[in-house]
């Protein structure tokens, strides 16, 4: 696998892991207190926690491999897929105008990785700054 498409799948999937992770912590938080034992026992939260760091994991090893200005606006991603998990376990519901714009950041990240073409011109080179 290129490693560009690598790191591209790499920040995809970290998206996946931290959005899962803030479902699990909306789903933890419902039993949480703030004492030691309530802590260490909250599988929900602890769970979410493993997930973050193997996200931080990957989007480092993602940065590596990849530009940043392609890769960190893929985190984007994630509002989309904490809205879709809202809807499917909190059975949260979203607006019209939600869904617009769930659309739009899809349409941004598209637009950011065509452009993300080596053989595309920057800006200054093509006159207008």
Not at 86 to 107: D, K
């Amino acid at each position: 696998m290129e490693k560009k498409t690598l790191a591209v799948a790499l920040m995809f999937t970290t998206t996946l892991l931290t959005s899962a992770a803030q479902m699990l912590y909306k789903i933890g938080v419902k039993e949480l207190s703030f004492d030691a034992y309530s802590l260490i026992t909250n599988f929900p939260i602890l769970f979410g926690l493993l997930l973050y760091g193997i996200g931080a994991v990957l989007m480092v090893s993602a940065f590596k491999l990849g530009e940043v200005t392609v890769l960190y606006p893929i985190i984007a991603a994630s509002y989309v897929w904490v809205s879709i998990l809202s809807m499917a376990f909190l059975g949260e519901e979203l607006s019209l105008l939600r869904w617009a714009g769930i659309a739009t950041i899809i349409l941004g990240i598209i637009l950011i990785g065509l452009g993300s073409d080596h053989g595309s011109q920057p800006v200054e080179k093509m006159g207008v700054l």
